[in-house]
Each structure stands twice: as structure tokens, then as C-alpha cells.
């Protein structure tokens, strides 16, 4: 049975822009950023096969993996309303 956040994660993510406003690279920034929380010693979360998350006090990183490769990441901030998606970047190598 599909839930509403099956169908957000296989429609908006894989199919956002490469480039949010004025963020530049974001695809860059987001893989720094999760491999510099992977060097200090954080541990990531498999959630499914291609999916994983790095979980920290206020924010959280969400990305798919194939073949050791991230294809797409997303970082979220952790606000007492809710999450925000705060930056979305798909791997170049992967555009359509």
C-alpha cells in the first residue's frame, strides 16, 4: 500500500529542479556536507536499499545512494512546526 510520503518521495524529490535560487552547486554543497559528517565519525541510517539518513540535534540529511554513488540528497531543518526542506541537489551526472 502506497502512503502520501511514498508518493512525495518517488515524484517531487526525484523530479526538483537541480538549482534552487541563488544556492549555486547545491548538489556539492549537500555531498561535503554529508561526507565531513561521515569522516567526524556519524553514523548513517539505511532506511531502504538506496536510501539513507544522517540524523543530527537540527538538522538531517536524506539521500539516495546507487552503487556508492549519491544521486540525489536533501537537507532538512528541524523546526518546532515541522521540517523544512532547507536544500535539494540532484548528482549532474544524473540529469534528464
Do not use: C, H
Amino acid at each position: 500500500m502506497k502512503t502520501s510520503r511514498s508518493d512525495f518521495n518517488e515524484t517531487w524529490l526525484t523530479e526538483m529542479p537541480a538549482k534552487l535560487g541563488n544556492f549555486g552547486d547545491t548538489f556539492s554543497i549537500l555531498t561535503t556536507s554529508i561526507n565531513e559528517w561521515l569522516a567526524l565519525g556519524k553514523v548513517s541510517e539505511r532506511l531502504t536499499p538506496s536510501l539513507f539518513r544522517l540524523d543530527g540535534q537540527n538538522i538531517s540529511y536524506y539521500w539516495y545512494q546507487t552503487l556508492g554513488e549519491i544521486t540525489l540528497a536533501v537537507e532538512i531543518e528541524k523546526r518546532s512546526q515541522g521540517l523544512v526542506v532547507s536544500v535539494i541537489g540532484k548528482n549532474p551526472k544524473y540529469y534528464y
